[in-house]
T-cell receptor, first 114, second 113 residues
Framework: DAEITQSPRHKITETGRQVTLACHQT?????MFWYRQDLGHGLRLIHY???????NKGEVSDGYSVSRSNTEDLPLTLESAASSQTSVYFC?????????????FGPGTRLTVL | GDSVTQMEGPVTLSEEAFLTINCTYT??????LFWYVQYPGEGLQLLLK?????DKGSNKGFEATYRKETTSFHLEKGSVQVSDSAVYFC????????????FGQGTRLTINP
């Protein structure tokens, strides 16, 4: 069955370190998204991509970057981790056709920055 | 920009009670509207959707009607179960061709037996 996976599921890192969170989908979806979930804020969009070599900034993109070299993967990089980036991160993907923007979510990565 | 506002939580109900979770939105165009559910320790799943005014989305006993005149998309269920305990998110996308979602802050629902 097609799926979307994230790794690692849990990560503890130190302030100033570079961290990369992986997202892999086997739906063959063109569109991929990264969100962070924080209490009281719901999900906020960090970056998104509508296809290979396409990346766009979302609402809270400062301190984060993404690259899309193939259809299946959209890794999220924190260039220099800060305590404010402690959060749960969700990756999602969606197709182009009839499902009216239904996004399929991964299980999440809980990141703690000490 | 577009935004979604949900009723404050947490909400605690007894089993078989009637549920309403309010959701209102602000959008410049004609958005599609969604309810997503997040069970403990999991990612979000689409619960139901509506793509134009007066559409009713329904799934698993939950319903929501797209009300353009009141810019609302309230979630209802006639008789909740313990298994409905989860966090519920209202969301919109900026038209049927767009892909980005804007989420409300989420409402945590707990159902007691």
């Amino acid at each position: 069955d097609a799926e979307i996976t994230q790794s690692p599921r849990h990560k503890i890192t130190e302030t100033g370190r570079q961290v990369t969170l992986a997202c892999h989908q086997t739906w063959n979806h063109n569109n991929m998204f990264w969100y962070r979930q924080d209490l009281g804020h719901g999900l906020r969009l960090i970056h998104y991509s509508y296809g290979v070599q396409d990346t766009n900034k979302g609402e809270v993109s400062d301190g984060y970057s993404v690259s899309r070299s193939n259809t299946e993967d959209l890794p999220l990089t924190l260039e220099s981790a800060a305590s404010s980036q402690t959060s749960v991160y969700f990756c999602a993907s969606s197709g182009r056709l009839a499902n009216y923007n239904e996004q399929f979510f991964g299980p999440g990565t809980r990141l703690t920055v000490l | 920009g577009d935004s979604v506002t949900q009723m404050e939580g947490p909400v605690t109900l007894s089993e078989e009670a009637f549920l309403t979770i309010n959701c209102t939105y602000t959008a410049t165009g004609y958005p599609s509207l969604f309810w997503y559910v997040q069970y403990p320790g999991e990612g979000l799943q689409l619960l139901l959707k509506a793509t134009k005014a007066d559409d009713k989305g329904s799934n698993k006993g939950f319903e929501a009607t797209y009300r353009k005149e009141t810019t609302s998309f309230h979630l209802e269920k006639g008789s909740v179960q313990v298994s409905d305990s989860a966090v519920y998110f209202c969301a919109l996308s900026e038209g049927t061709g767009a892909q980005k979602l804007v989420f409300g802050q989420g409402t945590r629902l707990t159902i007691n037996p």
